[in-house]
């Protein structure tokens, strides 16, 4: 069976001359100005018309399925994004009003507490040196042999 859609718009609709209420008003029947779709389960009583219906859906089909076709094929030529690789190590700074100030921690590059600016090895290993603090949840002093 097939559900065509009727349009209701404010608070009544004409249908075959009759005046049909929108469900949905308030109480006392005012309009809320909002659009409403009505499934209504109607064919047409005959073959010729019941055929035509047919061709057309056949037809919408076809457009649906080239265009989800088209679709997939934009998303199969869309690149997909590279995420840079994740830095080795990272070096925390104060924030100071958008401002980067003094360093404050070292961590290792996987480390889910660290924010700051990506660094090399020998830089992690010199800011600890200088006694910069160590990440205590990702210890970069132990992955880097310094005792500290």
Same mark, same amino acid.
């Given at each position: 069976?097939?559900?065509?859609t009727?349009?209701?718009?404010g608070?009544e /609709?004409?249908?075959?001359?009759q ?7 308030? !109480?006392?029947g ?9 499934? /209504?389960?109607? %064919? ?15 037809l919408?089909l ?13 998303? !199969? ?13 990272? %070096?925390?700074?104060?924030? %100071?009003g ?9 961590? /290792? ?12 090895r ?7 040196g ?19």
């Open positions: 069976m097939l559900a065509s009727r349009l209701f718009i608070s /609709v004409r249908d075959r001359g005046t049909v209420r929108e469900p949905g008003t308030d !109480r006392s005012r309009d809320d100005g909002r659009i409403r779709l009505e499934r /209504v389960s109607e %064919l047409p009583p005959d073959l010729p018309r019941l055929r035509t219906l047919e061709t057309w859906l056949r919408q076809a457009a649906v399925r080239a265009r989800i076709q088209h679709l997939e094929q934009e998303e !199969r030529d869309r690149p997909v994004p590279v995420r840079p690789p994740r830095p080795d190590w990272l %070096l925390e700074t104060e924030r %100071l958008g401002r980067d100030g003094r360093p404050v921690r070292v961590h /290792v590059g996987g480390c889910g507490q660290a924010r700051g600016r990506a660094i090399s020998a830089q992690a290993a010199d800011a600890l200088q006694g910069v603090e160590a990440c205590y949840g990702c210890r970069p002093d132990t992955e880097l042999g310094i005792l500290g």
